[in-house]
């Protein structure tokens, strides 16, 4: 409750566990001790009696995150509450292998290592993959934009860095954070996108659960044709959405090659040029063929677009949820609301990081680390 609702009073948390005052207390007390909450005293109400005291996630409690793509490996820090204390983006030159992967994130910690010992307790490390993971044992079955295959990334990575490391991938886990801590709280059906120099993923909530299917690939929705007559894509099909709605072509009509997420946001929405503007409505047009297919199959209350599909998405909202309205049966899509991810650059962190605390969270107690 108070990793994903925020600090709240000991009052506050009787209410909404229904537990009794006594117990909650015992709880707050445990969780102190165990150094993954602490209080502070509340502001002044003027109420008469002893205010309650506030209880706080214990944010120095973190899980260090990586998210490897084609342009750039990301590496995070993130603490209980969803606090996100640092993130770097480290460009590479080519598309990096599980080698040079694991190099740049030894280099980019060991610079931390000083800190982490005297600031922080480390929870283990999450690892946000753009492909197929299996996530019991993080083994990569296929990644194909960095051509990785039947990688043992958990095993390698603990191996290199000593910490515990889980490994899922990268669209499952940020549609996990941006039910949690944006867009999607409090939303049970919901389908997510993402866009990134990989591709694009999706996860959907069905009924408050996430939708993994029977080998747990569920929701590779970046793989649904929207053009019989497309280029070939790197599943080996034609005209996947993921072909058309591309980074790599709005790229190359800005003049550019990689960008971070919050610049690319800046020459997006900003352009006036007639180049861009054609090609961010082709794509806009494109996606909203595949919303509506989405729509009709998984009918849920919310569709959530991140990454670069969100920065496509604020370039012209109205033209999108027009597009939408247009392929959908009126009943089921009217009444789906569109919106951008919350938690924008750091949605992938966030849900990398979640990864890690889930053991925590299930176990305070008898969680070592």
Known sequence: MLHHGGAQTRAQLTRLSGLNRSTIGALVTELVELGLAYETEPADSGLVGRPSPVVHAAENVV?????????????????????????????????????ETINVVSAVIDGMRSELASSYRV????????GLVNQVDGLVLLAPHLDWSNEPLAETVEAALGYPVSVA???????????????????????????????????????GTMLRGAQGFAA????????????????????????????GRLLDVLGLGAVGLDELDALVVGSQAPDVRAEVNRQLDVLAVAIG???????????????????????????????????????????????????RSRLLTIGAAELVFGGLLTDPAGTSF
């Open 63 to 99: 899980a260090l995150t990586v998210n490897p793509d084609v342009d750039a490996i990301t590496i995070g820090l993130v603490g209980l509450g969803g606090v996100l204390h640092k993130r770097v983006r480290y460009e590479t030159a080519s598309v990096p292998s599980v080698r």
């Open 123 to 130: 929870v283990g490390m999450g690892v946000a993959v753009p």
């Open 169 to 207: 991938n990268d669209a499952a886990l940020a549609t996990v954070a941006e039910s949690l801590f944006g867009a999607g709280r409090g939303v049970s059906d919901l389908v997510y996108l993402n866009g990134s120099a990989s591709g694009i993923g999706g996860g959907a909530l069905v009924g």
């Open 220 to 247: 590779e929705l970046g793989h649904t044709m929207v053009n019989s007559s497309g280029i070939r894509c790197h599943c080996g099909k034609y005209g996947c959405l993921e072909t058309e709605v591309n980074l």
């Open 293 to 343: 297919n989405f729509i009709s199959i998984f009918n849920p209350e919310s569709f959530i677009l991140g990454g670069f599909l969100g920065s496509l998405y604020e370039a012209d909202p109205e033209r999108l949820r027009a597009a939408v309205k247009r392929v959908t049966f009126n009943v089921v899509g009217n009444s789906v609301r569109i919106d951008r991810a919350e938690l």
